[in-house]
């Protein structure tokens, strides 16, 4: 216990390297993953721009890199990091991990999502004279934000857990203090107060994602 105590400077320290990642993680692939899955949306058949080809190409690679363990996708795209620059360990590799890991997360829910918007909505729209191109970027985000903002929030929670393992890759946050501090230490303390805080932060993260997405929804 007075280890710990000790090493409460590195923990918070560990637990603002976790929030730093997850955020750019979130703002990188949650843009792409957007764009992503507006492009299946729009491309499958029946929908405003459908294109079989496309829509088949972007959903094979989605459902070839989504299906794999976040642990597994660490050490495939090392070679890919060190060809564009990054270190294959790190801060700066954990976040091009965890962002392509969420863009393809991410690419699914805002396509299964946006398929919730009624079809009467979008026929009233294209009636009054709404272009594709608006129905699309205007009109269905609107629509579908509520069930939007739940699915991002389910995101974040995975981004946070996403920092953990990556710690196996000397990635900062707290997934590497309770290894290096905890598990390789034989200190439970140390390991369950990573455990906590990471708990303190998804419970925060829920919460606000829930109140929003009642709020959207009661409009």
């Not at 637990?15 to 729009?42: D, K, P, Q, R, W």
């Not at 690419?107 to 009636?127: D, W």
Request: charged fraction near 10%; hydrophobic fraction near 60%.
């Amino acid at each position: 216990m007075d280890r710990l105590v000790d090493l409460l400077p590195e923990l918070w320290a560990a637990t603002a390297e976790t929030l730093y990642v997850a955020s750019l993680s979130l703002v990188f692939g949650g843009l792409a993953g957007l764009f992503v899955g507006l492009a299946l949306y729009a491309t499958r058949p029946g929908s405003l721009f459908p294109n079989r080809f496309l829509f088949g190409t972007i959903n094979v690679i989605v459902n070839f890199f989504r299906p794999i363990p976040f642990v597994i996708l660490l050490a495939s795209v090392q070679p890919l990091a060190r060809a564009l620059g990054l270190p294959g360990i790190g801060v700066p590799f954990a976040i091009f991990a965890i962002t392509l890991a969420s863009l393809f997360a991410i690419s699914r829910i805002v396509e299964q999502n946006l398929l919730t918007v009624r079809p009467g909505v979008i026929e009233a729209a294209r009636a009054t004279g709404a272009s594709r191109t608006r129905i699309l970027f205007r009109l269905l985000p609107r629509e579908a934000l509520g069930p939007l903002i739940l699915g991002y929030t389910f995101i974040v929670v995975a981004l946070v857990d996403m920092t953990a393992v990556a710690g196996a890759v000397a990635a900062g946050g707290l997934g590497e203090f309770a290894i290096v501090y905890g598990f390789k230490q034989y200190n439970p303390w140390v390991t369950w107060a990573a455990v906590l805080v990471i708990i303190v932060i998804v419970q925060v993260v829920q919460f606000v994602g829930n109140a929003l997405a009642r709020r959207v929804l009661r409009r």
